[in-house]
């Protein structure tokens, strides 16, 4: 089993790499004195745990997009309702420190006349019930939107302006103050997590050492999910899914399985990015957010997995910085370097990297030495 998990030595360095972030980031900021030169300052650690959140959202994308042929551009709706689950559960948390000092009722709910909690907040008070929606929630409407949508045959462009519309429709809905999740201001002004206090430099390290965790776990079962059989299903279905239908094989199965499987672990990035970010509203839900997430993929290289992740981390610290340095010209620089990635990098960042380690591989075997084992990034 290990052998078909880390075939190559992309998804070891990757791995190790992740690792290494998860554990001396945090470990640089609380335990280096803060006139080091090597510690990471307090701004910065939640910034990169939200890298590390869009990296595994980029890991759910690829999964489906990379190895499925199925182009979401609607991912952000999941990602957004795992991110609304925890917010619930940290809204809860606020009791009595809120502005109006309600028990139960969050300060927006009193601001807006709410006489009692309604239903579907109850439970949210518990930890392990928010932890289950988090999965839940998101894998429940991929369940349902995928049961109609792949039993229809809608495939290609369709399905890709279909998943828009929901994501759309979703943002819509959540901006009104009657839905009963802060309207346009969302969840905010968050107070504590599981009894620690969300603000401190403690509970951020160990914010973004579960991030750095849950991306390698993600990466971990999507790498599984690849190299097994369905894995080789969910290929066939991409290349020629008419010939695997003919074959014998429920292609809609299959589809609706790897799709909830997505969307549950955009949830679980989206869990993790609301108590780093410190607010959820419905801007999450926006279809431009969803087709930023499929150039990351793209741009660090689709079907690759540690490609995915990749792009995430290089297009978010890059708007990063133009947002800083030229904040009106952000987006005709993602626009321009998707169209570049298009026409010049197929294959995104990560294959241009291991073009040019099996060139230098061949390079070798032209002078007479023994080279190394040629990762394959696309395993």
């Known amino acids: 089993m290990t052998r078909s998990l880390f075939i190559d030595r992309t998804g070891w360095i990757f791995l190790a790499i992740v690792l290494a972030v998860a554990v001396l980031v945090p470990a640089s900021n609380l335990f280096l004195p803060a006139g080091s030169p090597f510690r990471v300052p307090d701004y910065l650690v939640p910034l990169l745990g939200k890298y590390l ?27 957004a309702l795992g991110g609304y689950a925890m917010g619930m559960y940290l809204m809860r948390q606020i009791g009595t420190r809120g502005v109006y000092a309600d028990p139960i009722l969050p300060d927006f709910m009193v601001f807006l006349n709410y006489k009692e909690l309604p239903w579907f907040w109850h439970g949210f008070d518990m930890f392990w019930f928010a932890a289950i929606m988090v999965v839940v929630v998101p894998g429940l409407l991929a369940f349902v939107f995928g049961w109609f949508a792949f039993r229809s045959r809608v495939t290609g462009v369709y399905l890709s302006i279909i998943t828009q519309a ?29 009894g620690y206090n969300i603000q401190s430099g403690e509970t951020r390290a160990v914010l973004f050492l579960l991030s750095g965790l849950a991306l390698a776990g993600g990466y971990i079962l999507c790498r599984f999910i690849v190299s097994s059989k369905l894995g080789k299903v969910l290929v ?60 990351w993929v793209a741009v660090g290289g689709r079907g690759t997995l540690v490609g995915a992740a990749l792009g995430a981390l290089v297009v978010n610290a890059g708007k990063t910085w133009f947002t800083g340095v030229l904040p009106d010209a952000w987006l005709f620089a993602l626009g321009l370097l998707f169209v570049l990635v298009t026409l010049f990098l197929p294959k995104g960042i990560l294959g241009v990297i291991t073009d040019g380690w099996q060139r230098t591989q061949r390079r070798f075997r032209s002078d007479g030495s023994v080279p190394a084992p040629v990762p394959n990034a696309a395993e």
């Not at 959140?53 to 990602?79: E, P």
């Not at 010939?243 to 292609?251: D, E, L, P, Q």
């Not at 959820?280 to 499929?294: L, Y």
Request: with cysteine.
């Open 236 to 295: 066939a279905i991409r290349d020629a899914e008419s010939r695997t239908r003919f074959i014998g094989y429920r292609v809609e199965n299959y589809k609706l399985a790897v799709f909830v499987i997505s969307a549950m672990i955009a949830g679980v990035a989206g869990a993790l990015y609301v108590p780093q970010i410190g607010i959820i509203n419905p801007s999450e839900f926006a279809p431009a957010a969803s087709i930023e997430m499929v150039i």
């Open 53 to 79: 959140c869009f990296a595994l959202l980029a890991l759910s994308i690829d999964l489906i997009w990379g190895y499925c042929g199925i182009l979401s551009l609607g991912h952000g709706a999941f990602f």
């Open 166 to 194: 929901m994501t759309f429709a979703l943002m819509l809905a959540f901006f009104r103050n009657d839905m009963g999740f802060g309207g346009n201001n969302g969840l905010t002004d968050f107070k504590d997590i599981l």
